[in-house]
C-alpha cells in the first residue's frame, strides 16, 4: 500500500477532497528562481575577494621586497582562484536549494557543504516578512521571513524566489490562520 492510499485512509483524508490529498502527497520540490543565481554569484565574489585580501596583503608585505612582477603574478593567481571557486560555489548553492509547499506547511533542503532540512508547520507560523534587497529587486526577487513560534532558529529566510512566488507562498503558509484566531 503506497502513502497516498494510507492517507486517504486516515481519519483527516475524510474531510478533504481526495484531489487535494492526493496534490499534497504528491508535491514535487520546487528549485531557486533561475535569477537567483546572479544573486549567489555576486554574494560568493564579493565575501571571497574579501577573504581573499587578507593572503593578498600578506603576498605584498612578504614577497614584496623580491620582485614586483612576482607580486602581481601571485596576487593575480590567489585573486582567480578565490573569484572561481566563489563562482563554482555559487552554483553549487543553487542547484542544491529546493523547497515543497504542502498542506501540512513547508520544507527546505539547502546548503553545499552542511546539509539542512527544515520543515516548518503551518501551525507554527506567528507571521511572515517579505524583504527585497537592491539586488533582489533589480533582478525581480524577494526573500520570505517566516516566524515561528519558539526561540532557537525562531526566523527561517527563504531566499532566491520570484516576487510573485514567495508572495503566493507567504498566502498559502498563513491560509485560514486567521480563522483558527
Keep these: 500500500m503506497n502513502t497516498i492510499d494510507q492517507d486517504l485512509g486516515s481519519p483527516d483524508a475524510a474531510e478533504a477532497p481526495a484531489e487535494q490529498v492526493v496534490a499534497e502527497a504528491s508535491a514535487e520540490f520546487e528549485p531557486a528562481a533561475p535569477a537567483a543565481i546572479w544573486s549567489m554569484r555576486l554574494t560568493a565574489l564579493l565575501l571571497a575577494l574579501l577573504f581573499a585580501s587578507g593572503p593578498m596583503i600578506a603576498v605584498l608585505v612578504l614577497v614584496g621586497a623580491y620582485s614586483a612582477w612576482a607580486d602581481y603574478l601571485v596576487l593575480g593567481l590567489i585573486a582567480l582562484l578565490a573569484l572561481r571557486l566563489a563562482w563554482r560555489y555559487a552554483a553549487a548553492r543553487h542547484r542544491r536549494f529546493r523547497f ?25 507560523v506567528q507571521h511572515t516578512d517579505l524583504s527585497h534587497g537592491p539586488l533582489e529587486r533589480r533582478l525581480g526577487l524577494a526573500s520570505l521571513l517566516i516566524h515561528t513560534a519558539g526561540t532557537d532558529n525562531a526566523t527561517i529566510r527563504l531566499a532566491g524566489l520570484a516576487e510573485a512566488r514567495a508572495r503566493a507562498v507567504r498566502d498559502a503558509l498563513l491560509e485560514g490562520h486567521d480563522e483558527r484566531l
Design 100 to 124: 515543497r509547499l504542502d498542506g501540512r506547511g513547508l520544507e527546505i533542503h539547502r546548503g553545499v557543504i552542511w546539509h539542512s532540512e527544515i520543515r516548518v508547520l503551518r501551525s507554527r
